[in-house]
């Protein structure tokens, strides 16, 4: 679990961990620079449980990626869950999580539905930020779409399945980390299943720890942005071809409407446009197009409605597509 600051939240994390009926854990905390107050919360934890321990990174660069990667490095469990230090798990978590990978010895990781916490109470209705459905016909597409089956904490993973696929966080994204472990998981043939049984994490939507999506705007963030589609578009040739250039489009659209929601930058935007031409020469026009109308619309209407007449088409198509996996998950609570 990366720890940076918000050292109320991460005190309900721990407890939540310590309230869990399977007791046979270790919690490696791994404090990415956090503030004095939370690094007090994690020593005053990890003196009253001697299973928490508490590791300061040691090496750059700083973030959670580096911070996960340690705690992978150190983790001695059979099975390993990446945690969030603002998240929430429910009483039966890990008993659940274990008994199912007990149950399931050919599979690699296992899946789990989610709920969210907003205001300390927890939710498990179908939404927009519920995860960990059986929702789709092909994982692999729509994650490309950016359409998202399961988050990392979804999950628990056989410890030694990641260390023989050697699989790991990239330390060089600052954002979309989770999307590219994900794809690695999936990409590299590791067995997965889904479970049936209820939600048994909340993932926090009110918190103010300052998480990596609302950040990904930033010009920080924007060169690791042009790296992580570039690599998502070598990992997706690489395994399957040209098959899922059209979701992959779908996925880079996305990016743009969210990172420039506040207007244009043309410099970033000619960027991602030339990672998309280089790999998929259709779509980097299209592409092209929708940038070029953009910029001329704004000389005449505002900078949001310029962005959003050429993206018209992909973001009715996006909201249908969350509409529906809202749906299906209804249905399957029902069931």
Known sequence: MPVFNNADLTRQMIESIRANSFQLW???????????????????????????????RNRLPKGAQTCRNIGLELAKGKYIIFFDNDDYVLPHCLETRVSEMESNQLLDFMVFPSGVISQNV????????????PIYSDDINAFARRLLPFVVWNNIYRTQS?????IIWDEQLLSLQDADFNLQTLLKGLKYGYSRNRAD??????????????????????KSTIYAIEKFY?????????????????????LYNRIMSNGIDADFAHSMIQVVKRHSPIFGVLFLLAVKSTLLLQVFLPRKIARQIPMSLHLVDYRIRIQHKIKKIRKLRVE
């Open 162 to 166: 990641l260390r023989d696929a050697g």
């Open 201 to 222: 994490i909340g993932y926090r939507i009110d918190s103010s720890n300052g998480s990596i999506s609302k950040r990904i705007a930033s010009k920080a963030h924007q």
């Open 122 to 133: 927890f939710d498990d209705k179908a939404g927009e930020f519920v995860y960990g459905n």
């Open 234 to 254: 070598q990992l997706y040739h690489h395994s399957k071809g040209h098959k899922y250039d059209g979701a992959l489009f779908f996925g880079v659209l996305f």
């Open 26 to 56: 270790e919690l490696l905390a791994v404090d990415d620079g956090s503030d004095q107050v939370t690094v007090s919360v994690l020593n005053q934890m990890s003196c009253i449980d001697p299973r928490i321990q508490i590791i300061h």
